[in-house]
């Protein structure tokens, strides 16, 4: 378990209270192991004769300290534990979420959601249980055995009737080597399956509706019960297994307790043992029962943990592909040029380059409208410039740096990104256009939503801008939901915009008002417009025509027009009022 780093770093940090844990439920069980000599006592008084009421009575008052004492101490204990428990499962599951953020699109796209969440719910949970659970039982088995046999050892009893009953109990190191590395191994398979399935679940649930409209529901039963069975199968075969394990425990427990009274009972017979030892012999092997199925128990949570903690592990040692770079500075306060010089970008995996020979200058303050068909590199460009994937070295500068030797912070807090399909969260709608800035004042956000052009759909639902969105925002309509996240790029402000196709999803009517709206507040600002409408770009200072990861056209509009190639082909295709020349 300390191989990850997690619980060494937990144990370091609440040493204390761990300590205090242990004492407390070792003063627990220190109590609980006095209880067979008080019952030893009690016998040998039956034996003798010697039984009286205040005897009675100050055996019961013994015996009623020793459980009042052990609910105590042991309750402490387990309380304490199962805090730090709970601390763990809450620090971890904020740095996994924290790693998350940090790593890139690239890996992420890899990786599902559902896969994601298997790390943070089920690993951590294991882990936590084995902490807390772990760490109850490890304390009480040691101490309870530790102090059993001491006691046992200073009890009177010959020594030779204690070895002989204490023999089947050397069985137990090799059960432990032998199922020990086995249920780990079945441990991590559980895991992974139980990953596969939350992403598979995650899937369907997010595909309920193109389900239902396919009459599809069967389909997306087989598919999920395909994960579940799986599950079940390895599930199966770990609970044998520690099934196995821990009934061979209690056996060889049980194994001393019989060879204990068959011996022991022969030499009260022969009165070579009195019945107080006897009692007492019988008694101290039934509490050592007790700590070897626990034993047992923690071997199996600290071999399911292992597993997790080798996948978060594994998790955690993942490094950022994107990350400053050492040297790294952030952005001059209100940078908005742009140039681009030779660019040339492949995919990871890909075999030919999205982008080929790119040269881009733009003048801060500039519009400059980018089309071209689905696929020729528009939004790898975008992608770049915030580095949400990394350009070569000296390909990209802003304001006279290049980005790579920018930090990542400055960076894309510069620039504001409004992409086709921009998410939004289920919180209210107030909260999702002030995104980056839950502190805006009422009167930004309404402004920004008025840019937008959906201030008056917000202001007519029943809680205007405190109504609460659904899953991804579908309580609004597609355009209703790209007109605010394009409020929520415009409210930050940014040197640099870019929108991604963002107004697609409106009529040419309203595009005209938000494009308008743009122009009027966006002087001195640098915006770059990606589009597939002529009619979003056409008053654009630049217009930069992209076929194949290439730049094949650029000039004005009316420039454009007159050159009559593939954009002018374009604005004829779409048959509205680009094909007007100026």
């Not at 640099?496 to 743009?518: G, Q």
Request: glycine residues 10%; positive net charge; aromatic residues 6%.
């Amino acid at each position: 378990m300390g191989k990850s780093g997690l619980v060494p770093a937990q144990l370091k940090k609440y040493w204390f209270w761990y300590l205090l844990a242990a004492l407390s439920i070792g003063a627990a069980n220190v109590v609980h192991a006095l209880y067979p000599s008080v019952l030893g006592d009690f016998a040998d008084r039956v034996e003798s004769g010697g039984l009286t009421a205040a005897a009675v009575r100050a055996s019961g008052l013994r015996l009623l300290a020793i459980g009042a004492g052990y609910c105590v101490l042991f309750g402490i204990g387990q309380y304490i534990n199962h805090r730090l428990g709970r601390y763990f499962e809450f620090s971890t599951r904020q740095k996994l979420f924290r790693h998350f953020t940090n790593l890139s699109e690239a890996w992420l796209s890899k990786n599902g959601i559902g896969k994601l969440l298997s790390y943070v719910m089920s690993d951590v949970t294991t882990v936590r249980e084995s902490i807390a659970n772990g760490f109850n039982q490890l304390t009480n088995a040691v101490v309870l055995l530790m102090s059993t046999v001491t006691i046992m050892l200073l009890s009177g009893i010959p020594l030779p009737v204690l070895a002989v009953s204490v023999l089947p109990l050397g069985a137990i190191p090799f059960l432990v080597t032998y199922f020990g590395p086995r249920i780990r191994g079945q441990s991590l398979k559980v895991q992974e399956s139980l990953a596969a399935m939350t992403e598979s679940a995650e899937e369907q649930f997010g595909g309920i509706r193109v389900t239902k409209t396919f009459a599809a529901e069967e389909i997306a039963r087989a598919r999920f019960g395909e994960t579940v069975d799986r599950i079940r199968e390895h599930q199966h075969r770990l609970v044998r297994l520690s099934g196995k394990f821990q009934a061979s425990l209690p056996l060889a427990g049980a194994m001393a307790l019989v060879v204990a009274m068959t011996w022991g009972g022969v030499l009260v017979s022969q009165g070579k043992l009195s019945l107080g030892h006897f009692v007492e012999l019988t008694l101290y092997l039934r509490m050592i029962a007790t700590p070897l199925q626990q034993i047992g128990n923690v071997i199996n949570l600290v071999q399911r943990a292992r597993a997790s903690l080798e996948r978060l592990n594994g998790l955690l040692s993942i490094r950022p592909d994107i990350a400053d770079e050492e040297g790294a500075r952030p952005l001059p306060e209100g940078a908005a040029s742009i140039e681009i010089r030779g660019l040339t970008f492949t995919y990871p995996g890909a075999r030919r380059p999205a982008l080929t020979g790119i040269d881009l200058e733009i003048g801060a303050g500039k519009t400059v409208g980018i089309v071209g068909r689905t696929g020729s590199g528009k939004t790898t460009l975008a992608k770049l410039l915030l580095r949400i994937y990394d350009p070569p070295r000296g390909s990209i500068w802003i304001g006279g740096r290049d980005i790579r030797q920018t930090t990542l912070e400055s960076l894309r807090t510069s620039i504001g990104y409004v992409p086709q399909d921009g998410f939004l969260f289920s919180t209210t709608i107030a909260d999702n256009i002030a995104f980056h800035n839950r502190a805006e004042p009422r009167e930004r956000i309404e402004h920004a939503a008025r840019l937008a052009d959906v201030y008056e759909n917000i202001i007519g639902f029943p809680d205007g801008f405190e109504t609460k969105l659904g899953e991804r925002g579908l309580t609004l309509s597609g355009g209703q939901r790209q007109r605010t996240s394009l409020a929520r790029g415009l409210i930050k402000e940014a040197p640099i915009l870019i929108l991604d196709d963002s107004v697609s999803a409106v009529d040419t009517v309203t595009e005209s008002r938000i494009l308008r709206n743009l122009r009027e507040t966006r002087r001195g600002k640098t915006t770059l417009i990606i589009a597939h409408r002529i009619s979003a770009v056409m008053h654009a200072d630049l217009i930069v025509v992209m076929e194949g990861g290439r730049i094949v056209e650029r000039g004005t509009h009316r420039e454009l027009m007159e050159l009559d190639g593939r954009y002018a082909a374009m604005a004829r295709m779409q048959g509205e009022e680009a094909v007007v020349r100026g």
